[in-house]
């Protein structure tokens, strides 16, 4: 049966806001954390934390736990990017990405993990992205996703036996509040973006928040180890406009 709790990282804006709103819609009692003090409305509960201070982020989940008992869904959706050359790299990107895209989500599921095998049920979801087949002037950031995907893949593998399930979720352009502030709706690089989705247009949020909640569900019960591509066909290959250069791929356009 569904309800309960649910812990979702990054909730205060972009995916992660409307995952955590449809989870409310679900029934969940939502849980969340965020460097952002500002989550949206219907929480059971928040920490306002940088996730990438594990000892901060082990005080915070400690502290949701402790106020409303075990676990038994994790969304990890908390993640960034940066555009950068490789050429021009001094790695400092590379680990600031691996403390936030991928140490943030083995804090967590440690967290949750004993509950979920108390119970001998769980689900947890991990939000990827399409960028982690490949993605020029992204390499830190491809590599954290692909590296998240492989966790995923290995997580699942761990914990199967135990009723506990380990799926994730690869969101292509996804029109956030950030996406929209970086990118006005008619300018040259959104539109040569957009008709380079097979699709031929941008997702929304509650899309990505539709996938995750079916992994969520009880339901969902065989299904582990999976990634779900919620990316207008994306990750099929981009369609290339004659005349207007290869398209643009990421979940955030680069910036100037």
């Known amino acids: 049966m ?12 972009g ?24 989550p949206p409305p219907g929480l059971a509960g928040f920490e306002a934390v940088d996730i990438t201070q594990p000892a901060e982020a082990r005080k915070a989940l400690a502290q949701l736990l402790a106020a409303h008992g075990a676990v038994l869904r994790l969304v990890n959706n908390v993640g960034s990017s940066r555009r950068e050359n490789v ?63 492989s966790l995923t893949r290995s997580w699942a593998r761990d914990f199967a036996a135990e009723g506990i399930t380990v799926n994730a979720v690869g969101p292509g352009t996804i029109n956030t509040d950030l996406f929209s502030r970086n990118n006005p709706p008619n300018a040259p690089d959104v539109t040569r973006l957009r008709e380079g989705v097979p699709m031929r247009r941008i997702g929304e949020p509650e899309e990505i928040a539709q996938a995750v909640s079916f992994f969520l569900d009880t ?16 990750s099929l290959g981009a369609v290339s406009p004659a005349g207007n250069g290869p398209p643009l791929d990421d979940a955030i356009a680069p910036r100037p």
């Open 87 to 149: 050429i021009d790299s001094s790695g400092d990107t590379q680990r600031w990405l691996n403390r936030l895209n991928l140490g943030s989500a083995l804090l967590c599921l440690q967290a949750v993990l004993p509950g979920m095998r108390e119970a001998r049920f769980g689900r947890v979801v991990n939000i990827t992205s399409r960028a982690a087949m490949g993605r020029e002037t992204r390499s830190a950031y491809s590599a954290t996703k692909s590296a998240l995907a």
């Open 219 to 234: 339901r969902s019960s065989y299904i582990t180890g999976q990634t779900l591509y919620v990316c207008g066909g994306l």
């Open 2 to 13: 569904n309800g309960g709790s649910v812990l979702v990282t990054g909730v205060a804006s």
């Open 15 to 38: 995916i992660g806001r409307s995952i955590a709103l449809r989870l409310i819609a679900d029934g969940y009692a939502v849980l969340g954390l965020d460097i952002d003090p500002s």
